[in-house]
């Protein structure tokens, strides 16, 4: 049995369909079962992480858990053990390898550290740029066909997130990989006139890019964003180091198949933009 938190998110929905797909038992952990929107017939188990003991019923007969970042991963992972867990997969950030003085690097690391740590066998996965977070175009393309984003012409390998599930399921359900720590790309760097073009052929419509300025996308992002993340994942978008824009072979090495691009993830998820 494996438990996936996240269940409703990007990574974490994907791993549940792939896990559903190939017979695994899998349950899903969320803090609102009726809220979370998980498919038909979906072992849902609710728990929160704030509060360790509430995992009790979701933990019971698992073997290995997908764990999201929560900022209390010692009490939480000191009660999957006591539950019988032996194996975590986490989802962390490339920000550990490439940015380990920002915030987003910083908890991230605090985070695996307190998961080494537990005794518990563990694999590591830090993914760069997310082809979903484009996803944050659906209100400005319900009003017209203008995509507004800074840094025009910087190019990141985005990730399809179904791949990073992949490297996720394939960590969780097969041995040789403890004690790994995967950066995770797409296959290629691609700047945002290029995703906006993608989308638009993906859609069927012809989309326009406009860039705009740092400091008004910072005061966009300020509206549903902590500061210090505004910060940080405008100084990544902006002037990413040399390995941040390299695209790596990982997904495949892992998963014995190519990672997608970011054209086949819009035409993947055409209807999130229409």
């Known amino acids: 049995m494996i438990l996936v938190s996240g269940?409703?998110?990007?990574?974490?929905?994907?791993?549940?369909?792939?896990?559903?797909?190939?017979?695994?038992?899998?349950?899903?952990?969320?803090?609102?079962?009726?809220?979370?929107?998980?498919?038909?017939?979906?072992?849902?188990?609710?728990?929160?992480?704030?509060?360790?003991?509430?995992?009790?019923?979701?933990?019971?007969?698992?073997?290995?858990?997908?764990?999201?970042?929560?900022?209390?991963?010692?009490?939480?992972?000191?009660?999957?053990?006591?539950?019988?867990?032996?194996?975590?997969?986490?989802?962390?950030?490339?920000?550990?390898?490439?940015?380990?003085?920002?915030?987003?690097?910083?908890?991230?690391?605090?985070?695996?550290?307190?998961?080494?740590?537990?005794?518990?066998?563990?694999?590591?996965?830090?993914?760069?740029?997310?082809?979903?977070?484009?996803?944050?175009?659906?209100?400005?393309?319900?009003?017209?066909?203008?995509?507004?984003?800074?840094?025009?012409?910087?190019?990141?390998p985005a990730i399809h997130p179904g791949d990073i599930a992949a490297v996720a399921r394939t960590a969780l359900t097969q041995d040789g990989h403890a004690g790994a720590a995967y950066s995770l790309t797409g296959p290629e760097a691609i700047t945002p006139v290029e995703q906006v073009a993608a989308v638009g052929r993906a859609i069927g419509r012809e989309l326009r890019h406009e860039e705009i300025t740092a400091e008004q996308a910072a005061e966009q992002m300020s509206a549903h964003m902590p500061p210090e993340i505004v910060a940080a994942s405008l100084e990544f978008l902006g002037d990413p180091t040399e390995a941040e824009i390299q695209a790596l072979p990982v997904v495949e090495k892992v998963t014995r198949k190519p990672a997608r691009t970011f054209e086949e993830w819009a035409r993947d998820n055409a209807d999130s933009f229409r």
Request: no cysteine; glycine share 10%; proline share 3%.
């Open 7 to 156: 269940a409703s998110g990007n990574v974490g929905g994907e791993l549940l369909r792939q896990l559903r797909a190939e017979g695994t038992a899998v349950r899903a952990l969320t803090r609102n079962a009726a809220r979370a929107g998980l498919p038909a017939g979906t072992d849902v188990a609710e728990g929160d992480f704030s509060d360790p003991r509430s995992l009790t019923k979701a933990f019971s007969g698992v073997d290995a858990l997908f764990l999201m970042m929560s900022g209390n991963e010692t009490a939480v992972l000191a009660e999957a053990a006591r539950a019988g867990i032996r194996r975590v997969v986490f989802l962390s950030s490339m920000a550990v390898d490439t940015r380990l003085d920002s915030f987003i690097g910083r908890v991230h690391r605090e985070a695996e550290q307190a998961i080494a740590a537990s005794g518990l066998e563990w694999t590591f996965l830090r993914p760069g740029q997310f082809a979903s977070n484009t996803r944050s175009w659906r209100e400005q393309l319900a009003g017209g066909d203008v995509v507004r984003t800074p840094f025009a012409q910087v190019g990141l």
